[in-house]
């Protein structure tokens, strides 16, 4: 029975031989790695594959190598650098995912691989394990750490929204603040879903960072906001790029995205998390009619505490007015004791009458009669005794008085200082003349010493224009002298 197989002697040969009947030459290493190349390529032309990241990197050309492996099988994959730029999250190890693309050999290393062209993550648990694997490693470096956050201002000038300016999300925060406390915004136009949509939310945060401060287009609150939707409508709030730009951002920020059920990174980073875009309006601005109430209430406290010791002042007066004795009680006592003194007045002058008529009758009794009652009134009157000091008292007083003005007078007399050797010069009608100029005025002049007088002519007197007058003589100085020869 003839065979394929060569015999025992054939296999000894050395040399490769053509067999009988074998019209087949040898395949080349290449030609059979292309043959198999074409054959896989032609047979899965397109597959999606599901399974587990392994081994992820991304090469200096941008391209990205990994593997898919499930529990017993492990599938080499490359992705080309225009793909890779277009993926809608960062692939890492340990993320299941959902890989299209086609088979293809790698005749180099004599392996199949997946060309992947498109990349998703295998439902939306992987999604949420990518969130936490994500979450857990930014806030190990700290980026959500509460010391990070910063005080948002109480009323701010200029407010910064990072939105799509077509949605309905800017609309309401307009609103918002118009109703509240109506503030200047600028708005950031940005793409808040899909592709490039993490890249311009994070350029449009960091170009407000940007704006130098003292510009006045700097805002001074930053509002990043989103409508609601799935987690895949809001990924790109949980790209890195937007929470390292939100952490980093030195303006405060308020994280708006979703409603108040969803969650993003974005949330963390923020230095406060608004539930919906209307409620970010209503913490970034107060209401200014509740601001005006207040200082309504403010100016009327600060008006009372001004008031309130002039109140007070006036409520202590009025107590202590109440407290002083009425006019008509101080006065009654005084009152009373003029009624008194007065009927006492008209009863004395009353029995003085009724004296003086009993006198004038008994003046018209018997001499004898009048000469025994007046021998009694003299008994009586002799019996009493008159009290002088209460005249002698003034008339002393007076004579103190008296004595000091006379020895005032005595002290202050112009002939005192003539005691101690001092001159007094008078005028022929006896004036006083204390200086010079009156002095060469008078033809004569008297000198007056302590023990007498002395008749001087002066020099204008003295000359034979002028005829002297005959001094006055005195008993004490007969001789005359010139006073200014």
């Given at each position: 029975m003839p065979t394929d197989f060569p015999s025992d002697a054939e296999d000894a040969s050395l040399v490769a031989k053509a067999r009988a009947g074998d019209n087949a030459e040898p395949l080349t290493v290449s030609e059979i790695s292309q043959a198999l190349k074409r054959t896989v390529e032609d047979r899965f032309g397109f597959v999606r594959l599901r399974?587990?990241?392994?081994?992820?990197?991304?090469?200096?050309?941008?391209?990205?190598?990994?593997?898919?492996?499930?529990?017993?099988?492990?599938?080499?994959?490359?992705?080309?650098?225009?793909?890779?730029?277009?993926?809608?999250?960062?692939?890492?190890?340990?993320?299941?995912?959902?890989?299209?693309?086609?088979?293809?050999?790698?005749?180099?290393?004599s392996k199949y691989q997946i060309v992947i062209e498109r990349m998703e993550l295998a439902g939306e648990g992987a999604l949420l394990a990518?969130?936490?694997?994500?979450?857990?490693?930014?806030?190990?470096?700290?980026?959500?750490?509460?010391?990070?956050?910063?005080?948002?201002?109480?009323?701010?000038?200029?407010?910064?929204?990072?939105?799509?300016?077509?949605?309905?999300?800017?609309?309401?925060?307009?609103?918002?603040?118009a109703d509240r406390f109506p503030s200047r915004v600028i708005v950031w136009p940005v793409l808040v879903q899909g592709q490039g949509a993490a890249e311009q939310v994070a350029g449009a945060v960091r170009g407000f960072s940007a704006i130098p401060e003292g510009h006045p287009d700097r805002p001074d609150l930053v509002i990043v906001a989103r409508g609601g939707g799935s987690i895949e409508d809001l990924w790109s709030f949980n790209e890195e790029v937007v929470v390292r730009a939100i952490a980093d951002c030195p303006i405060p920020t308020i994280s708006a995205v979703g409603h108040e059920t969803d969650t993003t990174l974005a949330d963390y980073a923020a230095d406060r998390r608004a539930p919906t875009p209307t409620a970010a309006a209503e913490i970034a601005v107060p209401v200014r009619a509740e601001l005006a109430a207040t200082l309504a209430d403010f100016a009327a406290r600060k008006k009372r505490a001004i008031l309130r010791p002039v109140q007070l002042g006036r409520e202590r007066l009025q107590a202590r007015t109440d407290r002083l004795p009425k006019r008509e009680a101080l006065l009654e006592p005084h009152a009373q004791r003029l009624d008194d003194l007065a009927e006492r007045l008209r009863r004395g002058l009353r029995d003085r009458?009724?004296?003086?008529?009993?006198?004038?009758?008994?003046?018209r009794l018997a001499p004898a009669a009048l000469h025994r009652n007046l021998r009694e009134a003299q008994r009586a009157l002799a019996g009493q005794k008159l009290a002088p000091a209460l005249v002698e008292r003034p008339l002393a007083e007076r004579r103190q008085r008296l004595a000091a003005l006379a020895r005032l007078a005595e002290q202050l007399h112009p002939d005192r200082p003539l005691q101690r050797g001092y001159v007094r010069v008078t005028g022929p009608d006896g004036r006083t003349i204390t200086d010079k100029a009156a002095a060469a005025k008078e033809t004569a002049l008297t000198l007056k010493f302590r023990d007498g007088e002395l008749d001087v002519a002066t020099a204008d007197a003295a000359s034979p224009a002028t005829p002297r007058r005959k001094p006055r003589q005195t008993r004490t100085a007969p001789k005359q002298d010139d006073l200014f020869g």
């Open positions: 399974g587990e990241l392994s081994g992820v990197k991304r090469a200096a050309s941008g391209h990205m190598y990994c593997a898919l492996k499930d529990e017993k099988a492990v599938l080499d994959g490359v992705m080309w650098r225009g793909n890779t730029g277009r993926l809608p999250f960062n692939p890492e190890d340990g993320l299941e995912v959902v890989a299209s693309g086609k088979l293809t050999t790698y005749p180099g290393r990518l969130l936490e694997k994500t979450r857990a490693r930014l806030q190990g470096e700290g980026l959500f750490a509460q010391e990070r956050k910063q005080p948002l201002p109480f009323l701010p000038r200029t407010i910064g929204v990072v939105t799509s300016p077509t949605g309905a999300v800017i609309r309401d925060i307009l609103h918002r603040l009458a009724a004296q003086g008529r009993e006198q004038l009758s008994n003046l």
